[in-house]
T-cell receptor
Framework: GAVVSQHPSRVICKSGTSVKIECRSL??????MFWYRQFPKQSLMLMAT?????????EQGVEKDKFLINHASLTLSTLTVTSAHPEDSSFYIC???????????FGPGTRLLVL | SQQGEEDPQALSIQEGENATMNCSYK?????LQWYRQNSGRGLVHLIL?????REKHSGRLRVTLDTSKKSSSLLITASRAADTASYFC???????????FGSGTRLLVRP
């Protein structure tokens, strides 16, 4: 149980375009979803926390207008990288959780390459 | 920002040997968790230890926690080639449900 999927698994786009990444909880209702960014051989950096039906809470230094997060239902959150630039190339990972537990369940990640 | 550091950054051992990874953190915590990440994949939860616990076991995993030193260790006994992965500790941040990850240890188990 507690399976989280991400789509797409990898995406290549041109500089200036926007990219949407979906995160779905497949067998549970996720009251909270998290978005992380990971550079090669580095740790995960939390970008934002989103609760279903409310605005996301962004970490310090993360541009909310650049990284749009929508958590419209208890099973789906989306991250849109707007006007992507090469420096946005990274591995983006989502995780999901529900009220009362401390463990997070992670998606498989999305590798974004901006040319 | 990252909560703390993990040590060593990389570890290479022979199959059958034990692997020990250490994690240090900076602030008070409610719990500490260990996660595993295979290359290019998401993370898998391994074990959670609460601040009032000192040691916890799960299969071949043994986790210790020393809140006075703000450190934890993960021991994998009788390692297997399939244990090759990166291992991260994570502590709860300023909210109960937010995780702050350590820098990770890359473990290579040679067959």
């Amino acid at each position: 149980g507690a399976v989280v999927s991400q789509h797409p698994s990898r995406v290549i786009c041109k500089s200036g375009t926007s990219v949407k990444i979906e995160c779905r909880s497949l067998d549970f209702q996720a009251t909270t979803m998290f978005w992380y960014r990971q550079f090669p051989k580095q740790s995960l950096m939390l970008m934002a926390t989103s609760n279903e039906g409310s605005k996301a809470t962004y970490e310090q230094g993360v541009e909310k207008d650049k990284f749009l997060i929508n958590h419209a239902s208890l099973t789906l959150s989306t991250l849109t990288v707007t006007s992507a630039h090469p420096e946005d190339s990274s591995f983006y990972i989502c995780s999901a959780s529900w009220t009362g537990i401390e463990t997070q369940y992670f998606g498989p990640g999305t590798r974004l390459l901006v040319l | 920002s990252q909560q703390g550091e993990e040590d060593p950054q990389a570890l290479s051992i022979q199959e059958g040997e034990n692997a020990t990874m250490n994690c240090s953190y900076k602030t008070s915590i409610n719990n500490l968790q260990w996660y595993r990440q295979n290359s290019g994949r998401g993370l898998v939860h391994l074990i959670l230890i609460r601040s009032n616990e000192r040691e916890k076991h799960s299969g071949r995993l043994r986790v210790t926690l020393d809140t006075s030193k703000k450190s934890s260790s993960l021991l994998i006994t009788a390692s297997r080639a399939a244990d090759t992965a990166s291992y991260f500790c994570a502590t709860d941040g300023d909210s109960s449900y937010k995780l702050i990850f350590g820098s990770g240890t890359r473990l290579l188990v040679r067959p």
